[in-house]
């Protein structure tokens, strides 16, 4: 199942298989009511059919090969490329500030094939104080430099929350430290997350307290939640490349 419709179809699946355990909930519920028996193990099984479908819908997405960009070779070029990303960004960026990102990972590739919106995988949150990134990916929240999270990326955009000020991002950042070392939230992708474990954008909507977390939380959503600061442009592109040789013989 590699074509575009196949992949569509596999996640329409999905979406139809969490709407069932939406159902199931009600039906357990009420079914005192109705005189009717809901045994227990239907909401496990909903569960288990829900996360065995996202699994295929990773698995089609990731053998969709147009989907897949490739880095360029030229190591001195990929580095020259992120040092200059890098400073652009510490020159614009606050703390509780979001970087949306489209990495080169198969995890990547299934991520923008089954989501809608803007060509990102990753979504963390800048540290502007300690220059560092925040960020919920398998198999923990973690933190690392800006320079190796831009490394493995192959376009970036610095995103400001809506209404967001210095002291609201310093809260952001304060609280999505709080949460380092968290397991990863493997189960919230298909919505049956908890409080204690975070996927990448979880992490961003809890940290930055967005309104109604309950639901599955995209990249590409957050792009839509903010203002645009800065865009990279991508590796490969000519203009990206003059740039970086540039700044990296300066």
């Keep these: 199942m590699t074509d575009e419709a196949s ?18 909930r009600v039906l357990r519920d009420f079914s005192s009511l109705e005189g009717g028996t809901v045994h227990a193990f239907d909401l496990s099984m909903i569960r288990k059919l829900v ?34 990303w890098a400073s652009d960004i ?15 990972s198969t995890v990547g590739n299934a991520i923008v094939g089954v989501t809608r919106g803007e060509d990102f995988s990753h979504a963390v949150i800048y540290d502007a104080r300690r220059d560092m990134i925040i960020e919920a990916i398998r198999p923990v929240v973690r933190e690392v430099s800006l320079e190796s999270f831009l490394a493995r990326n192959r376009h970036v955009v610095l995103i400001r929350p809506a209404e967001q000020d210095p002291g609201k991002g310093r809260l952001t950042v304060q609280r999505a430290r709080t949460v380092i070392g968290a397991s990863y939230d493997y189960t919230g992708l298909v919505g049956l997350g908890t409080d204690s474990r975070f996927y990448c954008s979880e992490l961003v909507a809890w940290a930055s307290q967005i309104p109604d977390q309950s639901r599955i939380v995209t990249p590409a959503e957050l792009w839509e939640l903010g203002e645009l600061i800065y865009l990279s442009g991508t590796r490969e592109d000519p203009q990206v490349q003059a740039a970086a040789l540039a700044f990296s013989s300066r």
């Design 51 to 84: 996360i065995l479908c996202f699994v295929t819908t990773l698995a089609a997405a990731c053998g969709y090969t147009s989907l897949a960009p490739k880095k360029p070779e030229n190591a001195a070029l990929n580095a020259s490329t992120t040092e200059l």
């Design 90 to 104: 510490r020159r614009v960026a606050q703390d509780g500030d979001w970087i949306l990102a489209r990495s080169y």
């Design 7 to 24: 992949l569509l179809r596999v996640f329409v699946s999905y979406r139809a298989l969490k709407s069932q355990l939406k159902t199931s």
